[in-house]
């Protein structure tokens, strides 16, 4: 049994909700998980995450990944994703640097395959731990795999948990992380936006996860739990457990 789970909120401080996510199975009961957080700051971001979801929801439903190497997979709808954002930007000039982070995790059988592109994060829970296996795309992490010295993150202080890595339609070619995970019986794999992850202890959600009962319920509680917790941004997540 396989319980999946996702949930995207406005919040109560943006006015626009430019999160968008999506977890389900299709006819080889394969499964998908993603979460796309716009960027704010941009106009028409909102519209970049439902394309980069919809891209790969598709993708996923038509079994594409089986016809290819499943990294090529990720990048032939990247490419996709910025086709479409040209064509939409045709029709709307304001959208031009509408732009977008995404995290993804396709699993066949018992493997996860990751993908990331920004400060979207997946982790693993187990019922007495919380793993981040992504890495998130920010200023800090880049000086720090640049061996920088310690006057620049001093310099950058006030930046450096700004992202620098996402999906928009200028780079040629766009940067992605990958790792590939073995999945025990009764983990939990969760994708989240920085709305959730930054502002709730992810150890608490593990019962609320596997939980079939009381779905609704749960959802609702994650992100009211995020909300008493200050959170500033739109909340999204998906999971799934890995059952017996």
């Known amino acids: 049994m396989n319980l999946i789970i996702s949930k995207s909120d406005i919040g109560v401080v943006r006015k626009k909700n430019e999160d968008y996510c999506w977890g389900g199975t299709n006819n080889n009961n394969d499964i998908l998980l993603v979460v796309c957080d716009g960027l704010g700051s941009y106009e028409g971001?909102?519209?970049?995450?439902?394309?980069?979801v919809e891209v790969f929801k598709n993708s996923f439903l038509n079994n594409e990944y089986l016809s290819k190497n499943i990294?090529?997979?990720?990048?032939?709808?990247?490419?996709?994703i910025k086709n479409d954002f040209n064509n939409l930007i045709k029709q709307q000039p304001k959208?031009?640097?509408?732009?977008?982070?995404?995290?993804?995790?396709?699993?066949?059988?018992?493997?996860?395959?990751?993908?990331?592109?920004?400060?979207?994060r997946a982790y693993i829970l187990k019922k007495d731990n919380v793993y981040q296996i992504t890495k998130d795309h920010n200023l800090f992490n880049y000086l720090k795999n640049h061996n920088t010295k310690e006057e620049l993150y001093i310099k950058y202080k006030n930046d450096l948990f700004s992202i620098t890595n996402f999906i928009d339609k200028e780079q040629k070619e766009i940067e992605f992380?990958?790792?590939?995970?073995?999945?025990?019986?009764?983990?939990?794999?969760?994708?989240?936006?920085?709305?959730l992850h930054n502002f709730i202890d992810l150890e608490n959600l593990y019962q609320?996860?596997?939980d079939e009962q009381n779905i609704e319920d749960n959802k609702n509680l994650i992100i009211k739990m995020a909300i008493e917790n200050n959170s500033d941004d739109n909340i999204s997540f998906v999971s799934c457990y890995k059952g017996k």
């Open 45 to 52: 971001s909102h519209e970049a995450s439902k394309i980069a």
């Open 208 to 210: 609320l996860l596997k």
């Open 71 to 80: 990294k090529q997979w990720f990048k032939d709808n990247i490419s996709k």
């Open 95 to 120: 959208y031009k640097n509408m732009s977008t982070t995404i995290v993804l995790t396709l699993i066949i059988k018992k493997v996860a395959y990751t993908f990331w592109i920004g400060d979207s």
């Open 177 to 195: 992380d990958f790792i590939e995970h073995k999945l025990k019986s009764k983990d939990i794999i969760l994708l989240t936006s920085d709305g």
